[in-house]
């Protein structure tokens, strides 16, 4: 007689996401924790956020918004604990630690030092490291009396803090049944990804799940990955994504038969605009909410399979037809925010447009963007309104917080 399945086992989806806008069963959230404790004026700039948040607040902030998912009959996956459950295997434990040690700026007397440490903390310990970070002051004093560790300062890094932690949006993307580890592209968040492939890799939940895009090193970023509907994939290319990492991808989505066609969009090499999805989101099976200055210059090549291993790139054509074509369908409606160019751009800035969909229809964003919002309901969708004050300080919305893991089929 087989063993009755557990109510947990029985109630989790399995990992599958084919669109923007399928109900949303299970997300992978990261509640901010002591890494955005590091953040300070003299390093918020390089570590990618515009001021320095209030933790408490943040955290306060981020528990409402997963209660609200929760709420929602969504299941939220933390990845801090999701981090820790993986690092139980003392493989995961091996490999997590090697990424957090860089010879290049310990040299090598530090870095045995350092290696040494970390062998011997918990999983709990590596985890708050990997994320949080280390100074040469936390460093225990018996490791490594190098020249190195005299002439830097107590508070230096010996493992840098990784406050973009939280836009789990960017570091993975499923794909269908696959998961993507993406290629970060900023100095600061490039090691997010060994922490990703450790979970993906170690983590019961995803031990068989498999991976999409590779080993890649061409830069993806999984806020410029938009699953327009079951086979179609916009990818943003710009401050983060490049042509290479768009081609990239679509060259193993295709050969994975993840997609049938993929869209590569020229966004502004700004920070306003670092992702697709700070200009455009899906609000509905065949609607986006769309930063209003670039719904007329949005543009888009198409990539197909050819047929005989390779690529046919068209274009480029209007995104919004380019879309539409390729999802089949006579138009993508634009909801129109009509909103004027000051108003639009403060609250573009704000992550207006960066709207997570729970649903066909419905959508979790910032309060304070409340003319994008109140167009948004006028259009019919609902939209479920949550503070971010804090959790904005680093750039992104809802969407950018939130990383997908299983979403109903449309
Ligand atoms: N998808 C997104 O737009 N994610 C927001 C990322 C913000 C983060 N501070 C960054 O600059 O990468």
Not at 324 to 345: K, Q
């Amino acid at each position: 007689m087989t063993a009755p399945t557990p109510d947990a086992e029985r109630t989790q989806p399995a990992p599958r996401v084919d669109s923007e806008v399928g109900p949303l069963r299970a997300v992978l959230l990261h509640r901010p924790g002591n890494e955005l404790k590091r953040l300070t004026p003299r390093n918020n700039d390089q570590l990618l956020f515009d001021s320095i948040p209030w933790v408490d607040r943040a955290q306060d902030e981020h528990d409402a918004f997963a209660d609200v998912l929760g709420g929602r009959g969504v299941e939220v996956m933390l990845l801090a604990e999701s981090l820790v459950v993986a690092l139980a295997d003392e493989r995961a434990h091996a490999a997590a630690a090697r990424t957090a040690v860089d010879r290049r700026r310990l040299g090598n007397e530090l870095a045995d030092a350092l290696a040494s440490h970390l062998s011997t903390v918990d999983a709990k310990g590596l985890a708050d490291v990997l994320m949080g970070g280390m100074t040469f002051e936390e460093l225990p004093a018996a490791e490594g009396a190098s020249l190195v560790r005299k002439m830097h300062h107590p508070h230096d890094f010996v493992v840098d803090p990784l406050p973009n932690l939280l836009f789990t949006r960017d570091s993975s993307v499923w794909i269908g049944d696959r998961v993507a580890i993406a290629s970060l592209a900023m100095p600061a968040r490039a090691r997010e990804t060994a922490l990703l492939d450790v979970i993906y890799a170690y983590h019961p939940r995803f031990r068989t799940a498999g991976r999409a895009y590779g080993a890649h090193s061409a830069p993806v970023e999984g806020g410029d990955v938009l699953l327009l509907s079951p086979g179609v994939i916009a990818i943003g290319v710009g401050e983060r994504t490049t042509p290479a990492g768009a081609e990239s991808l679509a060259r193993s989505a295709f050969s994975d038969g993840l997609a049938h066609t993929v869209l590569a969009v020229p966004i502004a090499q700004d920070r306003a605009t670092m992702h697709l999805d700070t200009v455009c989101t899906m609000v509905d099976r065949d609607a986006v909410v769309m930063y209003p200055a670039i719904r007329d210059t949005l543009r888009a090549y198409t990539l197909r399979p050819n047929g005989s291993g390779g690529v046919q790139v068209d274009g480029p054509d209007p995104f919004l037809t380019a879309a539409a074509t390729a999802m089949g369908i006579d138009h993508l409606r634009v909801i129109d925010t009509g909103l004027d160019p000051v108003t639009a751009e403060r609250e573009q800035w704000d992550d207006g447009n960066n709207t997570l969909a729970l649903a066909p229809g419905v959508v979790v964003a910032y309060e304070r963007n409340v003319e994008t919002n109140s167009r948004l309901a006028d259009a019919g969708i609902e939209v479920l309104r949550i503070s971010g004050s804090e959790l904005g300080t680093g750039r992104g919305g809802p969407r950018c917080m939130s990383c997908p893991v299983a979403r109903d089929s449309l």
